[in-house]
Every structure is written in structure tokens, then in C-alpha cells.
């Protein structure tokens, strides 16, 4: 995979409209029990009583939407509408109940920044730590060490445990390892509001650069007037359905309307 | 970059086999490897004496286990702290192994419900920071043999062997425990209490001469019973095994591998809706 750096100075051409994520008529069921069963006594029972009673809990029916490749793609709605559902849809981390999801291109999901940190390893061993949850090899990351200790602007920290940074420079060096490379697909859930503003511009210009190497981002936010600046279409998720998808501006202002 | 026509992920198609799986551990080996390191270095960071705790505790245990029991059984073993030592580092390698994938999996959990990472990685790991746990403790078994003038035998070569039967058979059955406890959190409260007694229907602390001929053929029962003979026979008995005792330990530990494997893996797309 080539480093941020290497691509920006690439020229990609876009064409026409091409799919990079096909979501056909996926519906996900989580199977909620009624009552918590936790031991074998209790199921054993229950089961020749046949009484254990699962609620079907429908997170998401019957979505189907495409996402182009190259675009920024904004997910809305409120707590619990399924957007969360959707991504780990996506990212292959649940199978569709029902439907089919179709993605053509490696896509590297932001896990919850830090999320995987050991807090006794240094800065520098937690990156490489970090970088294989993601999926990438020794190789990978030693290509981008350097950038991702700059980037975080850690140099003088990344031999201390991490236990003694500040949740800031946390969310910085997590953020910094997640975005290492340049992706095809990027996911990001609610993740665009760490660190202090300085830190949050030089996000926002490397979400940019992502953007002009033809990266697909797909992010959740609550934050809608992000995500009007940030994205090409928006779709608006509620109860588990499409409620709307398109321009930005319209989606969220059918999605205001709803909810003032 | 370059447009691809086939799919990455086609989830009309995707289905976790046991052999897809073992791909994908391959895939993610540095993640392994990296797990490993993990557990190893962060264990002991914070204690002045670090990793040598993993030589020292078994050593610590032989000696209580010795001071107590010795009185009992010293009239038909001789060398006894190395009996007790080498049947201790199996039973430990075991039990830690499997409680560790345990744990794993609960740990590693929480992120496979946010991102794609093969779930057999973390059993897989546990067993392999135990490995290396087990390596490191040959030492003081070295040392307790120096100590106590007992011999060293050329038949110790078959070592190897043992560790991998133990192993395999130690990887199995934590990926089986792990995937249980998945489902039914009691699992791992009651296996504590099962590894207490498995540990005393093994013949660990006490020799196997005790054991009464009438109940002998039930003691033969047990997995663990072969697998410390793989070792206590080249280390104490200074012979490596027959094949009549070889082949017990080589059937368990090959059959539960593939039992906990499958296992494993024909329950993994429900991970994420559960752990």
C-alpha cells in the first residue's frame, strides 16, 4: 500500500460513476433473548420446555443503496437507527440476515481510536500492535512509522508507556496509525472530533488528501454540519430503513424537519 | 488505484470454513505474533524480576508441593521434586493456555464486534504465549535436576515431540472451551473448578504406582494422563515412549485439534452477535 504522500503526488483521473459498495436488500436480525440464560442447567431446561423465547430485533430491512468509488458518503440518524449496523455490514464484521452486501475494493475500517492500545507497551510498540489488528504486516508498518510518530506529533513520547499520555495524544497516535495508509475504503464512525483544533485541521486535510487519491469514505456523524461541507451524498437511516438518500442538503434538511 | 472487477467481499459467498479460516490466520500471522509479544512483554513490566516470574513460579509451586507431599511418597520416588516439576509444567501449560483462550476471546471480542480480525487469532496466540512459557521453564527443570543429582537422559531429545502433542491437543481444546464460553458465560467460571479436579485425576503430584490396578483403566481415560507420560517417561523414566503409549497421546491430541477447529470455526459468524 503506498503512503499518503506517495499518492497525493499521483494524478487519478475519475470516470464515470463506478460501484465500490453494493448493499442489495440487506436486512440484519440480532436475536435478542427475553429473558438472559447463562448456564446449561437453565438452558438444557428451558430447551426441553422449549421455552426459550428469542426476540427477532430487525436493526436493519431491506436497505439497498450503492456508493460510488472516490465518494464521500455520509450516514444520519439517530441513536439506534441501524448506521453502526450498516458499517459492520460492510466491513464483513456481521453477515447480512438476509440480502447481500458487495464490496470491490480492501476496505480499512477506523477501529475506536486506541481501542487494542495496551496501556503498559510504549507509543511505539502499541502502533505496531495497532497496525496488525488493522490487518497490515511488519513490512506495511515499518514503511510508515516515521509519518505516523510526525504525524501525531509524539517524537519525544513514543518510548513512554502509554498509560502516562494525555487522552488527546491518544486519540492522536490512534487516529495517526488508522490513517496510515491510503485505503480504498475508509470508515469512519464519529471519530472526527478528537484533539484539539490545530490536530482537527490537519485531519481534516488528510481526509481531503484521501479524497483527491480516489479513496471512498464512508463515515457516521452526528455533527451534520460536517457533513454537509465534507460529502457528496448523504443517506438518512431511521428504524432501520432508508428514509432518504441524495444531496447532502436535502437529506439533512428532510432530516431536521423530522426531528425538531 | 486500480479498479477491480472481482469483489473483495461478497457476502453472497463468504462463508468462514475451517480451511478459509486457517487462511486467514495465515494472513493475519504478524497480528499473532504481535498478540504474543504483547502478552509476554506486559505480563510481568511492572515487577522487578519480569519474565524470570515465568521460571520462578513453577519452581515456587514444585517447592511447596515437595515440602508437603514429600513425606508422603518419598519411600517410592526418587528424585521426587523432578517428578513433581515435570508433570507440573504440562498441567501448567495446560491449564493456563486454555484459561488464556478463554480470555482471549472475551478480550479480543470487543473488537470483533468493530472490525474484521480472524477469531481463531486469539485462541491461537494464547496458546502460543503458553509455548513459549513452557520452553522458558525447561530451565528451572534443568536446574531442580542439577540440584537434585538427578540423571539426564539422551532419550530427553524426544522432548519436541511431546511439546507438540501437548500442544496440538492444548490448542483444540482451548478454541472448544473458548467458543463455549462465548455462549455461556457460566462455562468459564465452572471450568475452574473442573481443572482443579482434572488436575488431581492426573497423576501429577502423586506417582502412578498409587493408583490402584482395579481403577487404572479409567485413569487411561483421561487425555492428560497421556500427555504428561510424554514427557515424564524421556525426562524421568529415561526412555522414550512405546507405541502403545505413544499412540493414545498422538490420537488425542490430533482428534481434538480437528474437533476444537471445527468447532471453532463453524460458530464464528456468530461472534460478532454475541461476544
Given at each position: 500500500m503506498p503512503t499518503v504522500s506517495e499518492v497525493i503526488e499521483e494524478k487519478i483521473q475519475f470516470s464515470t460513476p463506478e460501484p465500490i459498495i453494493q448493499l442489495e436488500n440487506v436486512s440484519v436480525s440480532y436475536r435478542l433473548p427475553t429473558e438472559r440464560i447463562g448456564t446449561f442447567k437453565e438452558y438444557a431446561i428451558r430447551k426441553l420446555q422449549r421455552k426459550i423465547r428469542l426476540e427477532k430485533f430487525w436493526a436493519l430491512t431491506d436497505v439497498s443503496l450503492q456508493v460510488n468509488r472516490g465518494e464521500v458518503f455520509g450516514l444520519i440518524g439517530?441513536?439506534?437507527?441501524g448506521k453502526s449496523t450498516m458499517l459492520k455490514v460492510i466491513s464483513k464484521v456481521l453477515k447480512p440476515t438476509k440480502g447481500r452486501v458487495v464490496v470491490y475494493g480492501r476496505i480499512a475500517p477506523l477501529l475506536?481510536?486506541?481501542?487494542?492500545?495496551?496501556?503498559?507497551?510504549?507509543g511505539r510498540e502499541n502502533v505496531f500492535l495497532n497496525g496488525a489488528l488493522l490487518g497490515y504486516s511488519r513490512s506495511e508498518m515499518e514503511s510508515v512509522f516515521d509519518e505516523i510518530v510526525e504525524f501525531s506529533e509524539l517524537e519525544q513520547f513514543i518510548d513512554s508507556p502509554i498509560r502516562t499520555y494525555s487522552s488527546g495524544m491518544f486519540a492522536r497516535l490512534g487516529f495517526a496509525v488508522a490513517t496510515a495508509h491510503v485505503p480504498e475504503v475508509l470508515i469512519l464512525d464519529e471519530i472526527l472530533s478528537v484533539g484539539d483544533e490545530a490536530f482537527q485541521r490537519k485531519c481534516n486535510i488528510r481526509m481531503k488528501s484521501f479524497q483527491q487519491a480516489g479513496t471512498t469514505v464512508l463515515m457516521v456523524s452526528h455533527a451534520l454540519d460536517m457533513l454537509e461541507g465534507m460529502c457528496n451524498r448523504i443517506a438518512w437511516i431511521d428504524h432501520g430503513k432508508t428514509q432518504k438518500i441524495g444531496e447532502p442538503q436535502e437529506v439533512i434538511a428532510a432530516y431536521r424537519g423530522e426531528n425538531l | 488505484m486500480a479498479s477491480t472487477s472481482k469483489p473483495v467481499y461478497d457476502s453472497a459467498s463468504y462463508r468462514v470454513s475451517a480451511i478459509s479460516e486457517l487462511k486467514e490466520l495465515g494472513k493475519y500471522r504478524y497480528l499473532l505474533g504481535q498478540l504474543i509479544r504483547r502478552d509476554i512483554l506486559t505480563?510481568?513490566?511492572?515487577?522487578?524480576l519480569g519474565v524470570a516470574w515465568t521460571m520462578l513460579n513453577p519452581l515456587g509451586t514444585m517447592l511447596i508441593l515437595t515440602f508437603v507431599f514429600s513425606n508422603f511418597f518419598k519411600s517410592n520416588v526418587p528424585h521426587y521434586p523432578v517428578y513433581i516439576l515435570s508433570g507440573l509444567l504440562v498441567w501448567n501449560f495446560f491449564s493456563q493456555g486454555t484459561n488464556a483462550a478463554i480470555s482471549g476471546l472475551v478480550w479480543g471480542g470487543s473488537l470483533l464486534k468493530r472490525i474484521y480480525i480472524p477469531s481463531s487469532v486469539f485462541g491461537v496466540s494464547a496458546i502460543g504465549t503458553a509455548l513459549v512459557n513452557l520452553v522458558l521453564s525447561l530451565v528451572p527443570l534443568v536446574i531442580v535436576m542439577l540440584v537434585d543429582g538427578a540423571p539426564f537422559f539422551l532419550?530427553?531429545?524426544f522432548l519436541p515431540v511431546s511439546i507438540l502433542l501437548l500442544t496440538a491437543f492444548t490448542l483444540g481444546f482451548g478454541l472448544f472451551i473458548s467458543s463455549l464460553a462465548v455462549f455461556f458465560p457460566d462455562v468459564a467460571e465452572m471450568y475452574q473448578v473442573l481443572l482443579t479436579a482434572w488436575m488431581y485425576l492426573t497423576p501429577i503430584i502423586y506417582p502412578e504406582s498409587l493408583i490402584s490396578a482395579r481403577w487404572l483403566p479409567v485413569y487411561k481415560i483421561n487425555p492428560m494422563y497421556w500427555m504428561v507420560k510424554m514427557f515424564r517417561l524421556p525426562v524421568f523414566e529415561g526412555r522414550i515412549p512405546t507405541w502403545q503409549e505413544f499412540l493414545p497421546a498422538f490420537a488425542w491430541a490430533i482428534g481434538m485439534l480437528v474437533v476444537g477447529w471445527i468447532y471453532f470455526t463453524s460458530k464464528t459468524e456468530e461472534y460478532a452477535y454475541r461476544v
Open positions: 439517530n441513536n439506534g437507527a475506536e481510536l486506541g481501542a487494542g492500545f495496551h496501556p503498559e507497551l510504549s | 505480563r510481568y513490566k511492572r515487577s522487578v532419550s530427553m531429545l
